[in-house]
C-alpha cells in the first residue's frame, strides 16, 4: 500500500499540470477574445497592441498549407517506393533515414534555410523560403505515417487485383489509395497541426513582426501567430501586450486543437469502417 | 513515369539530409580553418573579440537537459505506471488524452508560460534580480517532455505480456514486487526509449528556452549554479541567427553551433534506432 | 469431349502441330531456403480440366503463382501457347490478363458487385458500359440468378460462397487464355461446392483450367487429367480414371490409401 502512495504521489505533477497549464493560459487568454480581436488586421504602427490577428492568423495557415503542399508529393511518393519497388535492405535504410531526419531540431533547419534560401538562392525572407524549411520538418512524420497506412491494406486485394492484371499505377490509384487514403489524410493534418506549431524555423527565415497584412507574392515575409506571440513576449512589460500575446496563445491553440481533433475524428470514424469491411 | 517520381520521391530523404549538412558544413568553414576543433573546448564566446567558445553553451544545455530528466523521468514514469496498471479504464483514457493534449500544445505557448509565470515564482521564490536562469529552462523542458516520457513508457508498460503479469501472480508476488522484478524490467528497453526521445525534444527546443534562458554567454560561477542567467546551444542559435553577419567568422561560428547540435542529435537517432 | 489419356515421361512426347496452352519445363523455385519447386514438367492441353492433387506443403499454390507471374524468380521454362513468359508482349501485366487466378481464400473489393466484376477492366468509360459483359460472366460462374436484382449492392454483402463466384466471374470478364483456381470450394457450402464445379466442367470446354484440389471426390467429379505433386515434384500425371483405379506410382497409391506422403 505504501508503494502505491508513492506512485501516486510522484506522479501527481503529471495529474495535475496538464489540467493547471490549460487552465491558466484560458484564463489568461480568453478575455482578450472579441470578434475584433480575431477577424480585423493590424493597424498603425503600435506593437500590435491594440490591434487584431487577422493578418497572422491568416499568414500561420498559409505557411502551414504551403508546406504540406510541397511535402505531400515527395512525402506520398517516398511512401509508395517503400511499399513497391523498396527491398528490405532498402526499407531499413530508408526508415533509419527518416528517423534520423525527423531528430535534427527544427531551428537547424532554420539555419539551413537561412543559408541557402534566404541568402545563397536569394528568395529573402519569404513564404517560400519557410514554406520550404516547414516542409523538410514535417516530411519525415508524413512519410513514416503514409507507410503505415498502406501497410494496413490487406495484401490479399494487392494479390488480386494483381492477378487481374492491373499496372502498379492501377494498383496504388484503384486498390491502395482508395482503401488508405482516410490515414494518409489523418497524417496531412497532423502535419499541418505540426507546422502551425513550429516557430524557430520560420523566425528569421519567413515573417517579420509588422507591415505584412497578405504577402503580396511567395517571395516576400508573412506573419504568423506563433512568431507574434513571440515577438509580443519580447517586448511585453505592457499589459496590454501581455493581453494580446496570451489571447494570440489561445487562438493558437484553437487551431492546432482544431487540426488534431478534425484527425482524430477522420482516423476513428475511418478505422472502424476498415476493420468491418476487411471481415 | 511513376517509378521515376517514386525513386525520386525517395532519394529525397537522403538528399535533403546530405545537403543540409554540406552546407553547414560548408559555411562553418571559416571557423574551422581559423580555430579548428578547439572552439568546442572554448569557454569564452564574444564575438566581438573573435572568441567563439562553445563550452558556455554545451554546460548550459547539459545542465537544462539533465535537470529537466532528472524531474520529468520520475514524474514521468509514475503516470505511466498509475496509467497502465492502477487506473480504471476511464481514468487511463483521461490521463493519456490530458498528456496528449500537453504534448501537441506549441512550444511558443510554453515559453509565455514560462516568461509570465514560472520567472516571477522563481524570482520571489529564490530572492533573484532575474528569473531567466538555466533552472528556469530546465523546468520548463521538463514540463514540455513529460508527455513524451509519460505517453511512451505507458504503451511500453502495457505492452507486457498477459502471461507474465499472470505468472507472477500466480507466484505469489505481491504488486510493488511485480512492478520492480517483472513489469519494469520487461517494460525497460520501451522506457528507456521513452528517455531518450525526451532527450532528443529537450535537447532540440528552442524558442520556449531561449525567453527564459537569460542569453548570456557565459559559464556558469561556479560551474553548477543554476540560478545566473546563461544560454543553451539552441537559444544561442535563436538569438543570434538575426545578429551575425553574413559571411563573417560569426557567421561561421554560428552555424558551427547548429552543425554541432545536428550531428549530436542524428547520433542520439543512431542510438535510439540501435537499442529498438 | 473427353482428353486423351495420356502419361508424360518427357514433355516432348506430344507431337501435336497446334501449340500447348501451358508448358512447364524443369521449373525450379527457392523461396526462403528451401527448394519448394524441383523439376516441375506439366502440359496442359488447349481444353479440358486438370486437377493438381496432393499433400498440404507440396508446392502446388506456388506452382499457380508462378504460372501467373505473382512469383517471378524462378529457373526453369514456362510457355503458354507457345510463348515464353518471360517474352510476353506487354510484360507480367498483360501476362496476368491471359492467366486468370483465383485464390483460395474469395478476395472482394468493397464496390459494389458490378464493380467487382469489371474490376479488370481497363478504362473507366469501357468499365461504364460492360453491362453486357457483366451479365455473360455473371451466368458462367452460377451467379446471374442470384445476383441480377441487386448489382449494386455491396459485394460483402455475400455469403462466402457467392463471393467465390463473384471472383471467378471478375476472373472471366478479362478473357484469359488459362483459368488456375486454388483449391477454389475449400470451406465453401456444399451447394456452392456444386455450383462451382459446373461451372469449371463448363468452362473447361472452351479453356484449359488447372484446378487444385485437396478433395479428391472433387478431382473424380470433375474429370479430366489428374497431376499428384509431393514435395514440389511432380509423381505422376494421368487421367482422372487410370489414376484412380490403376496408379502407377507407390508415392501415389500411398496418398489415395490416405498414408503420409514419403516422398
Redesign the interface.
Known sequence: MLNKFIIVGLALPALLLPGACLAYILFKGLPALSWSFLFSATEGTGFGATSGILAQLLGSLLLALAAILLATPFALGTALYYRLYASKRQQGLLAGLLNMLQSIPPIVFGLFGLIVFVHLLQWGVSLLSGAVILAMVIMPMLVLNSIASLERVPEQYTEAAQSLGLHHSAVIGRVWLVQAWPGILTGQLLGIARALSETAPILFTATVFSGVVWPESIFSPVTTLQTHIFYLAQEGSNQQVIQVAWGSAVVLLGVVAGFALLARCLSNRYEKTQRLGVE | M??F??????L???L??A??LG??LQ?SWPLLQSQGLSFVTEPEWYPYEALYGLLPVLVGSFWSIVLALLLAV??????A??CAE?LPGRGRAV?RF??E??A??????Y???G???LLPLLESQFDLLTGRSLLAAGLLLA?MI?PTI?VFSETAIRAVVAEQRQTAMLLGLD??TR?LRVLLPQAWPGIRIAILLAL?RA?????AV??VVGSLDRLPQPLYNLLQPAQTL?SR??RE??EAA?GSVHWAA??AS?LT??LV??A???L??RWR | MVPQPKIIESAFSLGQSEPVALQVQGLNLVLAGTLVLDGIEIELAQTGITTLIGPSGAGKSTLLRCINGLHQNWQGQIELTGQDVHRWQGGWDQLRRHVGLIAQKPCVFPQSIRANVVFGVQGWRQRRRADGLVEEVLRQAALWDEVSGRLMASAETLSLGQQQRLCIARALAIKPGLLLLDEPTASLDPRSKQLIEQSIKSLAESMPVLCVTHDLEQARRLGGQVVFMCDGKVIEQADCESFFQRPQRLESREFLSWKVCEC
Do not use: D
Not at chain 2, 5 to 10: C, D, K, Q, R
Not at chain 2, 203 to 207: A, D, H, L, S
Open positions: 511513376l517509378r517520381w517514386l525513386t525520386f520521391s525517395a529525397t530523404t537522403a535533403v539530409i545537403t543540409l552546407f553547414l559555411a520520475p514524474t514521468g514514469l509514475a503516470a505506471i498509475l492502477l490521463l490530458s498528456m493534449l500537453m501537441g500544445i506549441p512550444s511558443v505557448v515559453g509565455l508560460l516568461l509570465w509565470l514540463l513529460l509519460m504488486w510493488p512492478l532528443g535537447m532540440g527546443e528552442t524558442v531561449m525567453l539552441t542559435i535563436g541567427m538575426a553574413v554560428l552555424i547548429g547540435l545536428a542529435a542524428m542520439l537517432s543512431l535510439i534506432q
